[in-house]
């Protein structure tokens, strides 16, 4: 079973170790993942050692946890060849923490490349265009020297048509494109990789941006090739151009293998019913659109509708749903009983359009939506999907002022229902202490908590207190939580709390909270799993950040803008830690070399490269 | 007549957050489709530079280097936003909420139409999802002819008279299912729904349509 991308957001296997374990070497980085080891190029063993590591390869072949990997590679030389030989999945969490040749002559038999670029918080503008990420250096170097690579997926990186065109020559046995909020690239870049990867089985494009202007759209579908395809997954949703239907018609057809497909908007009912005939056997689909192509009252397509869905028998994962029309959901209650996933978070659906549907979901683990089903909708919800694993709603009008139709009394109500619910994104705009305590008791289990109460420093709508109790009994009662993005009026104390309970969080998110630099300095000492530390709008100063410095080799990455830092302290940070790459991003470049003394953007990263020498102008290393 | 008299004698029928909301947002001479944000994919696809109309493409508030438009950083997203509600007590903020532009854009759909003025040989095109009511969408309707003035008669009527000839025009619509109809006899978000397309029509022709004059 694939990952979904919920997955992809949290590191499961990080191989990285609590902060106060023995460690092999002092100043190790692990964000290649890869752990310590020999310098590179040190004399052949004797013969009885080589025997002893071909063993060694066959044992470790089976080995596939990063974090397993790691340690077996410390454990001395000879380990650290034979986990290189047989490690077949490279993974690296921040693209410039280490040189793509450094990578590729460790290990030497890769198929599978997993590769992170941008801090998340670009997918919210503050990490200006042109910054960096390029997949341009990795592709060239892996292009020479893996020649079985089968899987590439990328996320937050800057991917060209170029790079598409060197992975469709590179690597003849290439089969899974994944693209995660990536940009950079065209139709004319998939049309390469549709022609030229004979062997091609997944193609996913998720929330990806395609530089295309109106008039030079490429005909990528047409490009497959025209026998049968081993395609088993395509999606192509965030493609906003129109594309070749009949094409896909006819490539869905002749592809036997095809499990999961999700089309973008260009596709409305009476298509979506024709790709479905094709394809009986979907377990994922994604409908583009859900509205008629025809007016009102004309041709009613609910009929055939309904034949569709109920002759995919293995429909798991619906989702798509765009401009919909909801007197046509009906036709999806056929399947409804055997959805485990269901994305309703591009439907504008009102609680009584949803009642009916979720009221037959009972097996559903995965529910996205959007905030205009009210918390009556969310009641629906909670009475019906007992087995709930992941809920996210989002805001239909992601305004700071909007008005939202969920609040506290939808969270208690999902709290109550749901209770082995691992992982929550809720946007809202009033919430109270009281819920967030009850889920933090309802819900143990939970492994992800985002809230995110959309208007600034916004207290406990009844009580008018800061929600630190909130979050405190989140950190207290929820003891699995890696996960934690907090929101509202928050004073130092919350931080307190987070770093007094919060042992095992490996991703912080703030905005708009705290009093001091004290907020900060508990976070860093009190959080010993931490890896990923993003800050914004808050007020943490110089101090603060120096307060930090012997956790930083411990951690992928930390982001501070709009705080209180100055150069001074940024400084003070760069000359204490060598092997930490310190990036002050400016939005605007004065023409005079005077430097500003305040920083508005830090991102501060381990790195066994060192400064990255492709900076822009508004990048400054220090 | 100069545009701008035009506009400062429309000001008190115009409330003062109508106006301001107008005279923030930038716009390229004739460029008002870009206003309404009628390609939401653009350059980046973040729909606060759609809606500032800036030519370039490249993200206001993101772009590092040698932007011509450090002016227009000050609030970009205060200005976008501006456009879709009543303007916020604060001033906003770039990226929060924190939802991604990809949602943003799709959220944002795009209920483009067109809009035909009697008489004028061009037509232009406006995105309903833009305004949060009629009244800005009529200040904009005038803004977009800038010929007309806007007023308010008594029966709340709505009308645009062109100042030159006196002539009145009444602003009319078809909707989905082919009937015209007066702007601003259902609510808002009906209208927004049902709209195919707007047609500024003269007075004098629009006696035919019944106010008031539709199904459930």
């Known amino acids: 079973m694939r990952e979904e991308i919920s997955d992809m957001s949290e590191d499961d296997e990080t191989g990285e170790r609590a902060r106060w374990a023995p460690d092999l070497s002092k100043n190790r980085s692990d964000d290649s993942d890869s752990g310590p080891g020999p310098p590179i190029g040190d004399s052949p063993p004797p013969f009885s050692d080589q025997v002893l590591e071909n063993v060694l390869e066959n044992v470790l072949e089976f080995l596939t946890s990063r974090r397993d990997r790691n340690a077996a590679s410390a454990v001395c030389r000879s380990w650290y060849r034979a986990e290189a030989q047989t490690r077949r999945e490279l993974f690296i969490g921040n693209c410039y923490a280490v040189a793509p040749h450094r990578a590729v002559e460790r290990f030497q038999s890769i198929k599978s490349v997993v590769l992170k670029g941008k801090p998340r918080f670009a997918d919210f503008n503050l990490v200006p265009f042109g910054w960096g990420a390029q997949f341009e250096p990795w592709v060239k170097s892996f292009g020479a020297a893996y020649q079985h690579l089968e899987r590439i997926c990328l996320k937050r990186m800057s991917v060209t048509d170029k790079d598409l065109t060197i992975i469709a020559e590179s690597f003849p046995l290439f089969k899974d494109l994944t693209l995660i909020c990536c940009e950079g690239f065209s139709t004319l870049g998939l049309a390469v990789i549709a022609e030229r990867c004979r062997h091609l089985r997944v193609l996913d494009l998720i929330e990806d941006y395609l530089e295309d202007e109106d008039d030079e759209v490429v005909d990528w579908i047409s490009r497959f090739p025209e026998t049968t395809t081993s395609l088993e997954s395509l999606v192509f949703d965030c493609v906003t151009c129109p594309f070749n239907f009949d094409a896909l018609e006819r490539l869905v057809a002749r592809s036997p293998s095809l499990q999961r497909l999700r089309v973008n908007h260009h596709v409305a009912l009476e298509q979506l019913r024709r790709l479905m005939a094709r394809a009986p056997q979907l377990t994922h689909l994604g409908t583009g659109t859900f509205r008629s192509e025809v007016g009102f009252g004309e041709v009613d397509p609910n009929l055939d509708l309904v034949s569709a869905f109920g002759a995919s028998r293995s429909l798991v994962c619906l989702s798509g749903f765009r401009e919909i029309e909801p007197e046509f959901l009906p036709a999806i209650y056929p399947v409804c009983a055997n959805l485990t996933s269901l994305n309703f978070s591009f439907a504008n659906l009102t609680a009584e359009e949803l009642n009916p549907v979720i009221r037959q979901c009972h097996n559903l683990q995965t529910f996205w939506v959007l905030d205009s089903v009210g918390d009556e909708g969310l009641r629906a919800v909670a009475e019906s999907c007992r087995d709930l694993r992941e809920l996210r709603v989002f805001p239909l009008d992601p305004t700071e002022d909007s008005d939202s139709s969920v609040s506290d009394i939808g969270l208690q109500f999902i709290s109550e229902g749901c209770r082995k619910l691992r992982s929550i994104l809720y946007f809202c705009q009033r919430m109270t202490n009281a819920a967030v305590v009850a889920m933090s008791k309802n819900c143990p289990d939970l492994v992800v908590f985002r809230l995110c109460i959309m208007g600034r420093h916004l207290p406990d709508r009844i009580t008018g207190e800061p929600m630190d109790a909130g979050f405190r009994a989140i950190v207290m009662n929820c003891k699995k939580l890696t996960r934690l993005s907090v929101s509202g009026l928050l004073t130092d104390k919350a931080f307190e709390y987070i770093g007094c309970y919060g042992k095992l969080i490996r991703t912080l998110s703030v905005a708009f909270a705290g009093d001091s630099d004290g907020g900060l300095r508990y976070v860093l000492e009190g959080c010993t799993r931490l890896q990923k530390l993003e800050i914004r709008d808050s007020p943490f100063g110089d101090a603060s950040l120096i307060s930090g410095l012997p956790f930083y080799y411990n951690m992928r990455f930390l982001w501070m803008s709009s705080c209180n830092l100055s150069m001074r302290g940024c400084k003070e940070v760069a000359r204490n830690k060598p092997n930490l790459v310190v990036e002050v991003i400016r939005d605007v470049v004065e023409e005079e070399e005077e430097e500003i003394e305040a920083v508005e953007k830090l991102y501060l990263y381990r790195s066994l490269a060192g400064a990255r020498t492709d900076v822009p102008a508004f990048v400054k290393i220090l | ?216």
């Open chain 2, 1 to 216: 007549m100069s545009v701008e008299t035009e506009r400062s004698s429309t000001e008190s029928e115009v409330s003062g957050l109508d106006y301001e909301e107008t005279a923030l947002t930038l716009r390229l001479p004739g460029g008002t489709s870009r206003v309404a944000g009628s390609e939401p994919d653009r350059k980046r696809g973040f729909s606060e530079t759609v809606e500032l109309g800036l030519g370039s493409g490249a993200p206001v508030g993101t772009r590092g280097v040698g932007s011509t438009d450090d002016q227009s950083d000050e609030s970009p997203e205060s200005q976008a936003s501006v456009a879709e509600k009543p303007p916020a007590p604060k001033a906003r903020v770039v990226g929060w909420p924190p939802v991604r532009s990809f949602r943003k854009n799709v959220m944002k759909s795009c209920k483009l139409v067109k809009v035909a003025v009697d008489g004028a040989p061009y037509l232009r095109k406006v995105d309903l999802e833009a305004y949060t009511g009629y009244h800005q969408l009529l200040t904009a309707l005038q803004e977009m002819f800038s010929c007309f003035t806007l007023r308010n008669y008594p029966d709340e009527e709505r009308k645009l008279v062109d100042p030159v000839n006196g002539t009145e025009y009444v602003p009319t619509y078809e909707d989905k299912e082919g009937d015209w109809m007066l702007v601003g006899d259902v609510p808002w978000k009906m209208f927004v729904e049902s709209c195919k397309r707007v047609r500024l029509m003269k007075s004098s022709e629009a006696v035919n349509l019944a106010p008031r004059a539709q199904h459930s």
